[in-house]
């Protein structure tokens, strides 16, 4: 497996700002994935963290409202752009290791937006 | 109808007991099966993952796959109050892509004393 952070944990947010989640891997994946989980619901994809490249998002799911990085094999971030009560959620880093299927989740980060 | 389906629960089993959590797919081409467990408030923890049809073991915990009929189960031996949690399934559909995983909603599961 991996060691996956993310940061921040949780936040408390207002209507219209942004918030860029951050989430750091302990070696080298193959994919990095972005998802989100609404209370009481299950996880849906937001998008694939491309190396270098733009993300691949889901229907649903546009690069304005969530713009995000991958510099780097082992680092991304998801910013949650113009934020509203709707976007009030978990919002999961996930991981694929080089050579395997298996895939693995961050802790987590929990947004509440005012 | 949805791609992954699993009854919500709670399902609800005496200690001791065989819990057997259920999932069934629609896309007949998913390749890789997988069980995730995630306690309240807390991010999902791979349990198993399957491929092939039959049964794989691991410790309490059993993962079986039925292609021909799309299903796919974890049956939880000896449960305990710990394995109290929410089980998810999930499979990887045959995109042509690179891989994703695609949730079902999660039975949640309840181990009584």
């Known amino acids: 497996s991996a060691v996956i952070s993310q940061k921040p944990s949780r936040d408390i947010c207002q209507r219209g700002t942004s918030l860029t989640i951050q989430c750091q891997v302990d070696?080298?994946?193959?994919?990095m994935f972005w998802y989100r989980q609404q209370p009481g619901q299950s996880l849906t994809l937001i998008a694939t963290?491309?190396?270098?490249?733009?993300?691949?998002?889901e229907s649903g799911f546009v690069i304005d409202k969530f713009p995000i990085s991958r510099p780097n094999l082992t680092f991304s971030t998801l910013t949650v752009s113009n934020m509203s009560p709707e976007d009030s959620s978990i919002y999961l880093c996930?991981?694929?290791?080089?050579?395997?299927?298996?895939?693995?989740f961050g802790p987590g980060t929990r947004l509440t937006v005012l | 109808q949805k791609e992954v389906e699993q009854n919500s629960g709670p399902l609800s089993v005496p200690e001791g007991a065989i819990a057997s959590l259920n999932c069934t797919y629609s896309?007949?081409?998913?390749?890789?099966f997988f069980w995730y467990r995630q306690y309240s408030g807390k991010s999902p923890e791979l349990i198993m993952f399957?491929?092939?049809?039959g049964d794989k073991e691991d410790g309490r915990f059993t993962a079986q796959l039925n292609k021909a009929s799309q299903y796919v189960s974890l049956l939880i031996r000896d449960s305990q109050p710990s394995d109290s949690a929410t089980y998810l399934c999930a499979v990887t559909l045959n995109t042509g892509t690179a891989s994703k995983l695609t949730f079902g909603t999660g039975t949640r599961l309840q181990v009584t004393l």
């Open positions: 399957i491929y092939s049809n």
């Open positions: 896309d007949r081409g998913s390749q890789s």
């Open positions: 996930s991981v694929r290791l080089a050579g395997l299927v298996t895939q693995f």
């Open positions: 963290a491309n190396q270098g490249s733009e993300a691949t998002y």
């Open positions: 070696s080298q994946v193959t994919m």
